[in-house]
């Protein structure tokens, strides 16, 4: 099968993909040699230079120049979502997948995921993930071997990402996932048919949504417990630095409105909506008091004001009445047992103090390799701890 470019058509390649770059000359070269080395050759690499001001554009041109198969785009600063969204409407591959600037794919993920996609007629394919800290590999999420349908698709697979953390019956899945976009490649047949895009409402929720909507709507979904994808841990990344989100409350509100529309459709078990919408609202509060750090210290007025916007939403949403969930907490979870169980006990705005604690402690320990190790044991269980500190 054949696709157009330009006036000429060119042979349609199995996997297209898509890297948005931005100002990410530092490892840029070493993430795009790790997906030129992959195993499976049949692919496209896009590179969306979204109007980067450093030296990343001359990167991207000599690959281009040097390799038939990476494509580089350039388009006005946008943000990752607009990247992401333009690599969907350029991707001619019949499978697509995303790959962070500064991260690593391992030599088989493509090869493992595509042979099982293909094998199994799968939407969507899953594997296991690292992360990069200091030059040092450890494990990150942990998926086993499977072919899922229906409703094993929620338990196995959906469910450990919406209810991460808590302790569910229903929840009683091996998999340990977050809501993280590298480790899966989809059918574009799939994405197309559905008009799946990338949207933000808040902040850097776009991964999340983007994976949970497409578990919804999935018939069936393969996973292979290989460690393809390294997460790179880098403290002047964007995802680890501390900004206020101007109007978060209405922004907030519009974000739950449209998770709760895809979820009413893809939970069949309405308790379990029920309890997710629950959590979803805790996971709000929680977000809240941590973008009170944002706020310059000496901008008190600022402040004050976010105070009493936050207790309004608070009080709106009856917040007492959603914190039953909390007794449910995993260990591991610092920030939403010292917030949630601070909004019991003191109230509103005494949590804030609390919130700005667990900050401190996280700026100074969250480095620390054997904090990072305890907060894998904690989160994954006694009966895993082996399996948690085995380095990649």
Not at 89 to 95: I, N
Not at 111 to 125: H, P, T, V
Request: proline share 2%; hydrophobic share 35%.
């Amino acid at each position: 099968m054949g696709v157009l470019r330009g006036n000429h058509a060119v042979k349609q390649p199995l996997l297209t993909v898509v890297m948005p770059v931005y100002n990410g000359e530092r490892y840029l070269v070493d993430t795009i040699e790790s997906i030129l080395n992959a195993t499976c050759k049949d692919f496209e690499l896009l590179l969306i230079d979204d109007g980067s001001s450093d030296g990343s554009a001359g990167i991207c041109a000599r690959y281009m120049a040097q390799d038939k198969r990476v494509r580089y785009l350039y388009q006005e600063n946008g943000g990752i979502v607009s990247a992401r969204n333009k690599g969907l409407s350029e991707a001619a591959g019949e499978y697509i997948c995303f790959c962070d600037q500064d991260d690593i794919v391992e030599p088989l993920m493509y090869e493992c995921l595509l042979d099982k996609m293909r094998f199994c007629m799968a939407d969507i394919g899953i594997c296991g993930t690292g992360r990069l800290i200091n030059g040092v590999k450890s494990p990150y999420e942990r998926i086993g071997d499977g072919i899922f349908e229906d409703g094993d698709i929620k338990k196995e697979l959906l469910y450990p990402i919406l209810f991460r953390g808590y302790d569910y019956d229903f929840v009683q899945s091996s998999n340990y996932l977050y809501g993280t976009l590298w480790k899966c490649i989809y059918n574009r047949s799939f994405i197309l048919n559905n008009c799946f895009c990338f949207r933000r409402f808040v902040d850097y929720e776009d991964d999340w949504l983007f994976v949970t909507q497409t578990l919804c709507a999935a018939k069936k979904v393969v996973t292979d417990s290989y460690t393809g994808y390294c997460w790179r841990v880098s403290d002047g990344s964007t995802s680890h630095s501390c900004h206020f989100v101007e109007d978060i409350i209405p922004k907030m509100r519009e974000y739950s409105a449209y998770v709760g529309s895809y979820m009413a459709d893809g939970i069949v078990d309405k308790e379990i909506l029920k309890e997710y919408i629950r959590i979803s609202l805790c996971e709000n509060f929680v977000i809240l008091y941590q973008n009170e750090a944002g706020i310059p210290k000496h901008d008190k007025a600022k402040k004050k004001q976010y105070h009493v916007e936050v207790k309004e939403y608070m009080e709106s949403v009856q917040y007492k009445k959603q914190l039953q969930c909390r007794k449910r907490l995993k260990k591991g979870v610092l920030r939403r047992k010292a917030v949630l169980g601070a909004l019991v006990y003191l109230g509103v705005e005494k949590t804030f103090c609390i919130s700005r604690a667990v900050d401190w402690l996280e700026r100074t320990l969250g480095g620390v390799q054997w904090i990072v190790r305890l907060e894998r044991r904690l989160k994954r269980g006694k009966d895993e701890t082996n399996h948690s500190d085995t380095l990649l």
